[in-house]
Every structure is written in structure tokens, then in C-alpha cells.
């Protein structure tokens, strides 16, 4: 398994613009697909965004289609989510998670992935 670690999260106003990473070490992360999941307070986890361990296949749920933007670095063993026109719907406790890419069937179920981080918490106030 690889660790993941996430880092970048905060408080911002409505509209605003945050940046999560997620960083890797312990295993090849280039062969791993990766992907994001949050969940709310009072709420169950969530698919948030997933992408392939290429780069070249993105998934995004429909909540944040067009407004976030998932990517990676597999030189350095990173991955990124780009967060712009937050909403308070938005605030959440968002994790990454990653899993062998010969192992994933359906990218958007948390159950698939084996590897995850600690999460990091995004407020968003309105």
C-alpha cells in the first residue's frame, strides 16, 4: 500500500478557491489510480473526483463538475485537487484515497480503494 498524507485545506469565503495535495510515499504511486472523496458533518463520504494513474482518464460527481479539477505528478508523487467557486455545500473533511489501477472497476466507490489519508478539513463560509 502506499501512505497518503493530505495537506492545503482551510477556511475561505464563498466564491473563493482552495488547492488540496496529496502526497504518496512507500509504494509506486505512478500505478495507482487515485481519487477524492469528502464527507460533511452528519452526512456519509462522498465521491468528489477520481482520476487514472496516466492522468489521462478523469471522473468528477455532478456537485462539482466545472468548478473542480483533479490532477497528478507521479514524478513526484503527488496528486492535486483544484477547488474554485466554493460553496458552503462544499464544506467537508476531504480525503484521498488510492488503490492499484489493475484493481479499480468503478472508480467513484470508496470500497475499492485500500490507501488512505488523514483528511483535511475545507470550511467554506457563505
Known amino acids: 500500500q502506499v501512505q497518503l498524507v493530505e495537506s492545503g485545506g482551510g477556511s475561505v469565503q464563498a466564491g473563493g478557491s482552495l488547492r488540496l495535495s496529496c502526497a504518496a510515499s512507500?509504494?509506486?504511486?505512478?500505478?495507482?489510480?487515485m481519487a477524492w472523496f469528502r464527507q460533511a458533518p452528519g452526512k456519509e463520504r462522498e465521491f468528489v473526483s477520481a482520476?487514472?494513474?496516466?492522468?489521462?482518464?478523469?471522473y468528477y460527481a455532478d456537485s462539482v463538475k466545472g468548478r473542480f479539477i483533479i490532477s497528478r505528478d507521479n514524478a513526484k508523487n503527488a496528486g492535486y485537487l483544484q477547488m474554485n467557486s466554493l460553496k458552503p455545500e462544499d464544506t467537508a473533511l476531504y480525503y484521498c484515497?488510492?488503490?492499484?489501477?489493475?484493481?479499480?472497476?468503478?472508480?467513484?466507490?470508496?470500497?475499492?480503494?485500500?490507501?488512505w489519508g488523514q483528511g483535511t478539513e475545507v470550511t467554506v463560509s457563505s
Open positions: 512507500g509504494r509506486t504511486f505512478s500505478s495507482y489510480a
Open positions: 484515497a488510492a488503490v492499484p489501477e489493475y484493481r479499480v472497476r468503478y472508480y467513484r466507490d470508496a470500497a475499492q480503494y485500500e490507501s
Open positions: 482520476i487514472s494513474w496516466s492522468g489521462v482518464n478523469t
